[in-house]
């Protein structure tokens, strides 16, 4: 059993950073994080393979977003910078244990193991 708890959202403004963090407790093979807005479908934005260090991202965030994960402290960060106001969402953690889980990396089918949440607002 995984269990992710999520933290660092809330308010910046366009052009500014924030940090989210996903804390992890038990195996995870892979962690991605991804976000839904009020009336579109979840999207993964990235992920990252915690003992293997590689990384994907989705073109809408390359090079603004930077997913990493700390293996001391069991847990996966997402750098957000140059916010704009299309990245306003909810941004969930997500991981599974599986090296293959039968569905793209980005995928949110490909996950079994999900956070709570945590709102992420742009305002200009």
């Known amino acids: 059993q995984v269990q992710l708890t999520e933290s660092g959202g809330g308010s910046v403004h366009v052009g500014g950073s924030m940090k989210l963090s996903c804390e992890i407790s038990?195996?995870?093979?892979?962690v991605a994080w991804f976000r839904q807005a009020p009336g579109k479908e979840r999207e993964g934005v990235a992920l990252v393979y915690p003992n293997l260090g590689g990384t994907v991202y989705a073109d809408s965030v390359e090079g603004r977003f930077t997913i990493s994960h700390d293996k001391y402290k069991k847990t996966s960060f997402l750098q957000i910078n140059n916010a704009q106001p299309e990245d306003t969402a909810t941004y969930y953690c997500a991981a599974d244990a599986r090296a293959y889980g039968g569905a793209g990396a980005l995928d949110a089918l490909r996950y079994k193991f999900w956070g709570q949440g945590t709102q992420v607002t742009v305002s200009s």
């Open positions: 038990g195996y995870a093979y892979i």
